[in-house]
C-alpha cells in the first residue's frame, strides 16, 4: 500500500481510464546541452553549463494538462496548478 492509498487517493500513481493523468515522459536516449538561459529556475548557477546530457524530459502532464511540453515550461508560476 502506497502513501496514497493511505490518504485515500486510490487513483493516484496509476495509468488507468478515471484516474489523473500525470505522468512525465522522458527519453532516455535525448542528448542535450545545459543552457542556463533557458533554465526554469531563477538561480542560473550550475556546474552543468554548457555540458551535454544524455536523457531529457519530453513533456509532463498534470491532471491531464500539459504543464511542460517543448521545452517551455507552461505555467506562470508554482501557485498556477
Known amino acids: 500500500m502506497g502513501p ?3 490518504l ?4 493516484l500513481g496509476t495509468l488507468e481510464i478515471g484516474a489523473p493523468a500525470d505522468v512525465c515522459i ?4 535525448r542528448e542535450w546541452t ?3 538561459a533557458k533554465l526554469a529556475s ?3 548557477n550550475t556546474p552543468l553549463a554548457g555540458r551535454t546530457l544524455k536523457g531529457k524530459v519530453m513533456a509532463t502532464l498534470y491532471m491531464g494538462n500539459p504543464v511542460y ?3 517551455t515550461l507552461r505555467i ?5 496548478i
Open 4 to 6: 496514497a492509498r493511505v
Open 8 to 11: 485515500g487517493y486510490e487513483k
Open 26 to 29: 522522458f527519453d532516455m536516449h
Open 34 to 36: 545545459v543552457d542556463t
Open 42 to 44: 531563477k538561480g542560473k
Open 69 to 71: 511540453l517543448d521545452e
Open 76 to 80: 506562470k508560476d508554482r501557485y498556477e
